[in-house]
């Protein structure tokens, strides 16, 4: 009866106020409140216009306006005269965790409500009275607790019922006559209310943000996904590519050795047919030999041989002056232009593995990374580089591995190649530049231009000064001043002078960045643009200066 009974109690109460409804009204959605207890908490809603159900959240505009339900209200009563009478026989004793209710004597019975008017919790026989008494109904009754002493002014021994706004506390109104007289003081209600409307908007704030973080990691999700995918692709891809190279390759090895073979029959038959003349010329001139023995006097035949070119003239004319003999060729040239050819792949896959290597790095479905402050960040992301001779000015001679390069007077004897520049005294790097990188210059003398370049930027003419184009980014450095140019519109820039420069790529942001280096980084000059090709780090130098790609840790 007693399971009953609360299955009833429980399907009438309100969820707001957790107690049995009191003057019921139900909802267009359905749910049931008491009418003071819905009213409250639409209260709460009327700066956003929205009015929800504390249950579904099915919201309502305008505000609904609520008639009693005397259906519910005439089963509220019944509860109360038969269910509250009928409940306590087999009702649960308390426990040691329990709340005990603080009326009831000798073994008390676990408590069904708590009073913060009375300070004190009660059984659902004793809390009848807070339901029949007019002046006990409009005490608040909370869920059981113990902590209601916590409600009560230690001082004054009174409920604290009002809230202190400047020393942010609860207190009771005798302290308002004494250690809190003259301060900001409203009811604990009326606190409790507005704190609920901040509440409600921190909740809406919450709910949105979990909206947007299950968004981001549904984003994410399929990100994982799509790099997965994107992976397999590429491996199959470069899987592919890579067969047929070694097609390609396979293919010319077996031309090549297929032509050595042809040329070495050709060759080789051509021998023997000269072979064949020779010896024919050979047995001819033992017939003229022979001839001109039996006319020689001199017994002595090799005396006779080593005099015979003195002979002017002969019984018979040899015809070995008709034999058109060929130097013979040899394949030795073969095998150098094999070796060129693999110097040169070599070379091609060592400079372009890079760039392979700096694409799978460049990977990064999250959003970019802050740009460094310190130094220390800032060498996480330093690259060794070194200067390409093949595109060296010949008026500048490199040393120290190729970092390092210096204005000479005397022309250097460099090769002849399409990548020199031929006019400014200028030289880029071997290794391309993409993803984040950063590099320190070093400088002596007069000045340098610490530039950065696309590998198609010309070679020839006043166009190829790094900054005087729309394929460079240069730097001029001096004692006296920096000075930025770019498609040859200048930009004087203002920052403390130093010897070394460094310089920050972010190829994907399309950021460049350079640095007076010192103890601290100070920021001489930053270009947001957009790249759409590899980078190439590149020097200038003046008359006898130095500059130096330094080794950084």
């Given amino acids: 009866m007693a399971q009953k009974d609360q299955l009833d109690r429980e399907s009438i109460s309100c969820v707001i106020c957790q107690d049995l409804l009191n003057d019921p009204v139900t909802t267009t959605c359905g749910h049931s409140y008491c009418m003071s207890c819905i009213e409250g908490f639409w209260d709460g809603e009327d700066q956003i ?54 009326v009831c004597t000798g073994r008390k019975l676990k408590a069904f409500k708590s009073c913060l008017t009375c300070s004190a919790s009660y059984c659902e026989n004793h809390l009848q009275s807070h339901f029949e008494s007019t002046k006990l109904k409009k005490h608040k009754l909370v869920e059981p607790s113990e902590k209601l002493q916590e409600n009560i002014c230690s001082r004054h021994d009174k409920v604290m019922e009002i809230f202190c706004r400047t020393e942010k506390k609860c207190i009771c109104y005798l302290c308002t006559m004494d250690e809190h007289k003259g301060h900001d003081t409203v009811s604990a209600a009326a606190e409790r209310t507005e704190r609920q409307r901040e509440l409600k908007v921190s909740r809406l704030n919450i709910q949105q943000r979990i909206q947007d973080r299950e968004k981001d990691v549904k ?32 293919e010319r090895s077996s031309d090549v050795k297929q032509q050595i073979r042809s040329q070495q029959e050709t060759e080789v038959r051509r021998v023997k047919e000269l072979q064949e003349k020779l010896q024919q010329e050979i047995t001819e001139l033992k017939r003229k030999d022979a001839e001109l023995k039996q006319l020689s006097h001199t017994e002595d035949h090799n005396q006779f041989l080593h005099n015979y070119p003195s002979v002017s003239q002969l019984s018979e004319p ?27 792949l070599q070379d091609i896959l060592r400079e372009e593995w890079t760039n392979i290597s700096r694409s799978v790095i460049e990977v990064d479905v999250l959003l970019p990374q802050p740009e460094p402050r310190t130094r220390d960040e800032f060498l996480k992301y330093s690259c060794g580089i070194t200067l390409d001779p093949k595109t060296a000015n010949t008026h500048l001679l490199l040393s120290d591995g190729n970092r390092k390069v210096e204005y000479t007077k005397q022309q250097q004897s ?8 031929t006019v400014h005294r200028q030289v880029l790097s ?102 759409t090709q590899p980078l190439y780090a590149g020097l200038y130098v003046y008359d006898g200066d130095t500059a130096e790609l330094c080794q950084v840790k």
Wanted: hydrophobic share 35%; net charge positive; with cysteine.
């Fill in 49 to 102: 216009k929205i009015y929800s159900c504390p249950q579904c959240r099915e919201a309502f505009t305008p505000r609904p306006v609520l008639k009693k339900n005397t259906m519910l209200a005439a089963l509220v009563e019944q509860l109360k005269k038969t269910g509250l009478q009928a409940a306590p026989a087999d009702h649960c004793y308390a426990g040691p965790e329990d709340v005990a209710c603080d």
């Fill in 219 to 250: 984003l994410l999700q399929q990100e994982v996904e799509a790099v997965s995918l994107s992976a397999d692709k590429a491996v199959k891809d470069s899987e592919k590519i890579f067969t047929q190279l070694i097609r390609l390759l396979q």
């Fill in 318 to 344: 040899t015809d070995s002056s008709s034999i058109n003999i060929c130097p013979l060729r040899y394949f030795e040239d073969v095998t150098a232009a094999v070796s060129k050819l693999r110097d040169k």
């Fill in 414 to 421: 460099y090769s002849s190649h399409t990548d020199r520049f």
């Fill in 430 to 531: 071997r290794e391309s530049l993409t993803g984040r990188c950063y590099w320190e210059v070093e400088w002596r003398g007069g000045g340098v231009n610490v530039a950065v370049a696309y590998k198609n930027i010309s070679r020839a003419g006043r166009e190829s000064l790094f900054g005087r184009n729309d394929k460079s980014w240069s730097l001029d450095c001096d004692t006296d001043s920096y000075v930025f140019w770019l498609n040859s519109v200048q930009t004087p820039v203002s920052g403390p002078r130093s010897s070394r420069v460094g310089v920050y790529l972010d190829h994907r942001a399309g950021i460049l960045s350079f640095y007076r280096v010192s103890k601290t980084m100070t920021l001489l000059h930053r270009v947001q643009t957009t790249f």
